[in-house]
Structure formats: C-alpha cells, structure tokens
C-alpha cells in the first residue's frame, strides 16, 4: 500500500511562488508516474501536471504552462510542484496521486492511490 502525503499549500498574493511536495511512504512510488490534480469549490478536479516514474517526461496543462514545474526524487520518494506567478484563478485543493498503469494517464480515475489534498488560496 501507498500513502502520500501533500504538504506546501498556503494563502498568498498574486505573483508569488509555493511550492508542494508530495511524501510518499509505506511503499516505494519510484516506478509510478506520480500526478497533481486540483479542484475548486463546484469543479470538477483537474489534472495539473503529470511526471513519468524516471522524471524525464512531464506534461502541464494549458493554463499552467510556462508557470508550474513538475519534479522528483526518486531517492527521497518525493514529487514537487513548484508553482510561479501565481492567479487567482489557481486557487484549488491540490493532490497528487500515482499510478500504477503505464504511461503518463490524464484522467482522475486512472490513478490508484490519492494523498488528501493541501489548499492553495491566491488572493488578488
């Protein structure tokens, strides 16, 4: 069994940085692709960003592009989003979960193990 742990939420200011970091334990996810989801109040969740179990392959979505950055380490059995020039607009409830399937999925459903979410509020 998997269990992870999202940590680095918090209430800042448009334009500013956070970054989060997802802990897994209980059993290593260094052979999973690891993804973070967000959702906001009466959304559905989203996919954010994907990293592929070697970190050598990523994907963003859209609207994160060029701001967000997926990373990890695989030696601590951790996951990061750094998150830069931050909107209003991302204001969510950020979890990451992993994978057992091959690839790089993009839907919620594909995914087997969830953490329990940390909350990015930016204020105008």
């Known amino acids: 069994q998997v269990q992870l742990v999202e940590s680095g939420g918090g209430l800042v200011q448009a334009g500013d940085s956070l970054r989060l970091s997802c802990a897994a334990s209980?059993?290593?996810?260094?052979?999973?692709?690891v993804g973070w989801f967000r959702q906001a109040p009466g959304k559905e969740r989203e996919l954010v960003s994907v990293?592929?179990?070697?970190?050598?392959?990523?994907f963003y979505t859209d609207s994160v592009k060029g701001r967000f950055t997926i990373s990890r380490d695989n030696a601590k059995n951790t996951v990061y989003l750094q998150m830069n020039s931050l909107k209003p607009e991302d204001t969510a409830v950020y979890y990451c979960?992993?994978?057992?399937?091959?690839?790089?999925?993009?839907?919620?459903?594909?995914?087997?193990?969830w953490g329990q979410g940390t909350q990015v509020t930016v204020s105008i």
């Open positions: 979960a992993a994978t057992t399937r091959a690839g790089m999925p993009r839907r919620y459903w594909e995914y087997d193990y």
């Open positions: 209980g059993r290593t996810v260094n052979t999973y692709a």
């Open positions: 990293v592929s179990w070697s970190g050598t392959r990523t």
